[in-house]
């Protein structure tokens, strides 16, 4: 299953230690109009500044042009994979080219492959219910956020039936969970396959400021994500 969420400052900052330590290699997207991507490794670290140091052949561009530039930095590490955004402040020629960006103070976990292998074979059912239906519409969960959740259901008829905006109600496991989590949602987007069988749904939780029971459920819901997140950090820690 695959997730994207913030991680807290703690784990932020533990999860760049942890890339300065390996030297992790990097791809950097610049926030320009050429788009450019450059590709380097973490070198260390001076005060807030994250040095990295760019892999040849080079720029197509001055490396003095680079600072003031905002750009997204992706970054792997064993099975994890996190982004954050940072700016260029200042860059190095010798000894070789090497950018000086600013620690970020968000970053972003995007996937977890120990849970996605672990859903590969205990599929989590969802149920639907449309507004004003009382029969509930099964389907597989897909991948889910803190703010929402992605699933496939089948039945061409549905693609009619489900319309973006919508709001439904939605029901769904997580594996490795007992536990059971019914949340408000609106129908955001959605993709009819190509044999018009299956028909993969976005839902976007949509929590009312009074509805104090579904505020509660995603609370609990974004608790079990973040667990499932330290988990990940700490076995990323030990290895």
Same mark, same amino acid.
């Given at each position: 299953m695959i997730f994207a969420l913030d991680l807290t400052p703690r784990? $932020? $900052?533990?999860?760049?230690?942890? $890339?300065?330590? $390996?030297?992790?290699?990097?791809?950097?997207?610049?926030?320009?109009s050429s788009g450019e991507v450059l590709e380097g490794a973490l070198a260390g670290r001076e005060g807030h500044l994250l040095l990295v140091d760019l892999a040849a052949p080079g720029l197509s561009r001055p490396l003095l042009s680079l600072v003031g530039v905002c750009c997204d930095v992706w970054l792997q590490m064993q099975t994890q994979r996190?982004?954050?955004?940072?700016?260029v402040l200042d860059v190095a020629e010798q000894p070789g080219p090497r950018l000086y960006l600013s620690t970020p103070e968000v970053v972003q976990l995007l996937n977890r492959r120990r849970f996605e292998r672990t859903n590969a074979t205990v599929a989590s059912q969802v149920r639907i219910w449309p507004a004003g239906q009382a029969t509930a519409t099964f389907g597989l969960l897909k991948n889910i956020s803190a703010s929402g959740l992605a699933c496939t259901l089948a039945g061409f008829d549905l693609d009619e039936v489900l319309l973006l905006g919508d709001c439904v109600r939605v029901q769904f496991e997580l594996a490795g969970f007992d536990e059971l989590f019914e949340l408000p949602a609106a129908v955001c987007n959605k993709s009819l396959g190509r044999d018009s069988q299956e028909l993969t749904v976005g839902l976007e939780f949509s929590v009312?400021?009074?509805?104090?029971?579904?505020?509660?459920t995603l609370e609990r819901l974004r608790a079990s994500l973040c667990e499932l997140m330290n988990?990940?950090?700490?076995?990323d820690g030990e290895a």
């Open positions: 784990q $932020a $900052a533990r999860a760049i230690e942890q $890339a300065l330590r $390996a030297r992790v290699s990097l791809a950097i997207e610049l926030r320009s996190y982004l954050f955004t940072s700016a009312a400021s009074g509805d104090e029971v579904s505020q509660h988990d990940s950090l700490s076995s």
